[in-house]
C-alpha cells in the first residue's frame, strides 16, 4: 500500500475531529441541530405555528395583531437559528474535505506517491480548481440569503465535485486494488440510452421553444402563454422520457381569477434546478408569467430573446425591471398568475430551504398592492425532488409529491404587514414550507441532518472510513 494511501486512510479516520478549526465542532453542530428541534417544538406548544399565525391572520382585529406580532418573533428566532446551522454545516465538511486535500496535495508535492508525470499533473490540476472553488466559497459566505447566494451554493457544489474527482483518481493511481467499483456497464448504456432517447424526443420541443421566442407572441384567454406552453411541453417530454411521475396535491387551492384586479402568486420551495420544474408543468396551467435566471444557463442571446417575451420574467441582470414588466404585462391585460421562487436561488444540495429574498415581499407583493392590485399567495411544497448535491443522476423517488397549499389572501396579506416587518410574510411562507417537509430520522423539515449529510459525502466521496467517527 502506497505512503499516500495509507495517509488519505488515516485522515479519513480522523478528518471529522482533527482537521482545520471550522465554526462549529461536531458536537456543536449536533447540539445546534437539538436546538432547531427544540425551537421547533416550543413553536408547536406556543400555538405559533404556520396554522396558528394563518388562522389569526384571518380572524383579525386588536388580538390578532399582538398574538401575530409575537408569533412572528418567535419564527423570526427559529429560522435565524436554523439558518446559522445551515451555514456552518456547510462550512464544517468544506472544510474537512478542504483540509484532507491539502494533505494529500502536500504528499503530492514532496513526490513520495510513486505515480507518473502525467498522473501528478492530473491531480494538480484538480487540486488547482478545488482551492479556486474554496476561495470563491469563503468569498461569497456573507451572500447567504441575498442575490448573489447563488455563487456560494454553485461553489459548494463544485467543491464537492472536484473533491470527489481528486480523491477517486487518488486511489485509483496509488492503489488501484482499493478503486470503487463503477457502475455496471448495463447500468450506464440504460442510463445512455434514455439520454438519447430523451434527447431525440425533446429536440422539437426545444425548436418549438426558440421559434416561440423570436415570434414573442402575447397569451390568449383559450391558450395561455405560448411560450410558457412550449416551456411545459418540453418538461412534460422530459418527465415522461425518464419515467418520472408528479403528483401535486391541493391544485384546487388556486383561486380562479374572476375579479380583473387579483394576482395571484404561486411560490414554490426550490430544492432542485431540473426537477422543480416537472411541478411547475404538472399544475396545469400556461397561462402564467415565470422568473428565471436565463442568463445562467443559455447564452446571452437567448436570455435577450426571453427579456423581451411577454410571459418569461429574466431575473439576475442588477435592475428592477423585472417587476416593472410584471405590472406592466398584468396592467396591459396580460395573464394574472406568477410563477416565482421566493428563495431566488436553488438548494446547494442537502434540500435546505432558505429565507425569501427581500425584494420578494418589497419589489413584488408590496408593489402589486400599491399599484392597487388584491393579492393571492399561494405557498407550494416541493416534497422530494431534491438530489444530493445536485450530482445523482436520478432522485431516489421517481415519484415527484407536491403540495398546494391554501393561499394566503390579500386580506391576510395586509393583517400580516401591520406589524410593520415586511418579512413576516416572507417568514410564514416558509414556515408553512418548513413544517410541510419530512422531518424524521435523516431529515430535519426536509434538508439532511448532519449525520445523514456525512454519511451521503462519505459515500459520494468514497471514504467510507469517515461513518466510523460520531
Known sequence: MSTLFKALTLLCLCSLVAHAAPALSWAEL??????????????????????????????????????????????????????????????????????????????????????SNRQREQLEKLATLIQVQHTSYLENLDQYGKPKDWKRGEAIRKFFVGSQKFFTLFQQYTNPLAT?????????????????????????????????????RESTNEGGSPLIASINALVRTWTKAFNFQVEVS??????????????????????????????????????????????????????????????FVVVGRGSGKPIDKIVHEVGAGGSRTIYIYPEGTVSAGIGETHPPRENFVHSLVLRLKHEGYKVNLIPITLMNSSRFLGQVEEPSQNIQRAVVHEPINDAMLTQLLRNGDEQAVSRVLRAIWLETLETNASELMGQLRTTAFKESLASYLSCEALLTQP
Open 30 to 115: 449536533k447540539q445546534s441541530e437539538h436546538a432547531i428541534e427544540q425551537a421547533q417544538t416550543d413553536l408547536v406548544e406556543q400555538h405559533f405555528t404556520a396554522h396558528h399565525i394563518l388562522e389569526a391572520s384571518r380572524t383579525g382585529g386588536a388580538d390578532a395583531s399582538e398574538f401575530l406580532a409575537k408569533a412572528d418573533a418567535a419564527q423570526k428566532t427559529m429560522q435565524a437559528t436554523l439558518d446559522n446551522h445551515i451555514q456552518a454545516e456547510f462550512s464544517f465538511f468544506v472544510e474537512q474535505v478542504h483540509a484532507l486535500q491539502l494533505e494529500l496535495s502536500t504528499e503530492l508535492e514532496q513526490g513520495q506517491l510513486g505515480v
Open 180 to 216: 470503487p467499483a463503477q457502475p455496471k456497464l448495463k447500468h450506464k448504456l440504460a442510463l445512455l440510452g434514455r439520454k438519447i432517447k430523451a434527447a431525440l424526443l425533446m429536440a422539437p420541443r426545444i425548436a418549438s421553444i426558440l421559434v416561440e421566442l423570436v415570434r414573442n
Open 250 to 311: 391541493g391544485k384546487e387551492n388556486i383561486p380562479t381569477l374572476r375579479e380583473a384586479g387579483t394576482v395571484n402568486i404561486l411560490a414554490p420551495t426550490h430544492r432542485d434546478e431540473i426537477f422543480d420544474n416537472m411541478t411547475m408543468a404538472a399544475l396545469g396551467t400556461d397561462d402564467m408569467y415565470i422568473f428565471g435566471a436565463v442568463d445562467h444557463f443559455a447564452p446571452k442571446i437567448i436570455g435577450n430573446l426571453a427579456d423581451r417575451s411577454h410571459s
